[in-house]
């Protein structure tokens, strides 16, 4: 069965501090796909990226990188120089097989606060 | 371009009432999802459509759940009747390829009593 863990329930950090959300997962597919989602204070979850398990590249988006490791089960999230926008729940998402990823399980999310 | 839309934003209903919820997707996106988050647990999908048909619906919880996208526009999921258990938030989801859910609405609040 697959498994999300954000291991990080909470993390709080000054702005423009780098910050880390932790990411692992389990999964007895060789094909899948990863997902990173942001939940602001308004509620709805705003899609950040997707991955496939073939696509090792690191990416990166502005602030936004991502560290994709299939030999730890891991994709991290990295926010640099973070800002107080940033202040949201973060929650990584998995789905198995060749379907294209239209049944997630999600993790339980970090919630992360960036103060001034 | 409006987001996907969700009504109502909340609902407080009685154990063994109906409830039903709807979602507005994004226009011209076939793919609709529901998910929801129940108290203290992990976001869990529920049923994906692809245009009004059920692409995948394993996961919806009993046949208390019933999800309709009636002409492929907007969808509703009732609860009929409700349990304690079934409250949370229920977030609806859409994309124009079936790639993932990648536009969410914020979700409808549903308390039990």
């Known amino acids: 069965a697959q498994k999300v863990t954000q291991a990080q329930t909470e993390i709080s950090v000054v702005e423009k501090e780098d910050v880390t959300l932790d990411c692992v997962y389990e999964?007895?597919?060789?094909?899948?796909?990863l997902f990173w989602y942001k939940q602001p204070p308004s509620g709805e979850l705003v899609f950040l990226i997707r991955?496939?398990?073939?696509?090792?590249q690191n990416e990166i988006s502005g602030r936004y990188s991502w560290n994709f490791q299939k030999s730890t089960s891991s994709f991290n999230f990295t926010i640099t120089a973070s800002q107080v926008v940033d202040s949201a729940v973060y929650f990584c998402?998995?789905?198995?097989?060749?379907?294209?990823?239209?049944?997630?399980?999600f993790g339980t999310g970090t919630q992360l606060k960036v103060e001034l | 371009e409006a987001g996907v839309t969700q009504f109502p934003s909340h609902s407080v209903i009685e154990k063994g009432q109906t409830v039903t919820l709807r979602c507005d997707p994004i226009?011209?996106?076939?793919?609709l999802y529901w998910y929801r988050r129940v108290m203290g647990k992990e976001i869990k999908f529920l049923l994906h459509?692809?245009?009004?048909?059920?692409?995948?619906e394993s996961g919806m919880p009993n046949n208390r759940f019933l999800a309709e996208r009636t002409g492929g526009t907007y969808s509703t999921l009732k609860v009929q009747p409700a349990e304690l258990e079934d409250s949370g938030v229920y977030f609806c989801?859409?994309?124009?390829?079936?790639?993932?859910?990648?536009?969410f609405g914020a979700g409808t609040r549903l308390s039990v009593l």
């Open positions: 989801a859409s994309s124009q390829e079936g790639l993932g859910p990648e536009y």
């Open positions: 999964t007895r597919d060789t094909t899948y796909y």
């Open positions: 991955r496939n398990s073939f696509d090792e």
């Open positions: 998402a998995l789905s198995e097989g060749a379907g294209g990823g239209n049944k997630l399980t």
């Open positions: 226009s011209g996106h076939d793919n």
């Open positions: 459509f692809v245009k009004e048909s059920k692409q995948d």
